[in-house]
């Protein structure tokens, strides 16, 4: 049986949070791996997290939109 669409989102920001943290232990300074995993953060509703890669990415470029 096929995993339903909630299922299938849910897998993908795991993915992406998982993603994330291999990008970064390679470049710890990558602000689009950051960002992208603060963004399934938010999407996984840890916001406190999210606000960690946020804040790590405008230290890392502060002119960053």
């Known amino acids: 049986m096929a995993c339903p669409l909630p299922c299938l989102r849910l897998e993908a920001l795991e993915l992406t949070v998982i993603s994330g943290i291999q990008v970064l232990e390679l470049e710890s300074t990558n602000v689009k ?33």
């Open 33 to 65: 791996a950051l960002y992208r995993r603060a963004q399934a953060y938010i999407e996984l509703v840890d916001l406190d997290l999210a606000e960690l890669d946020i804040k790590k990415a405008l230290e890392i470029d502060p002119d960053n939109r």
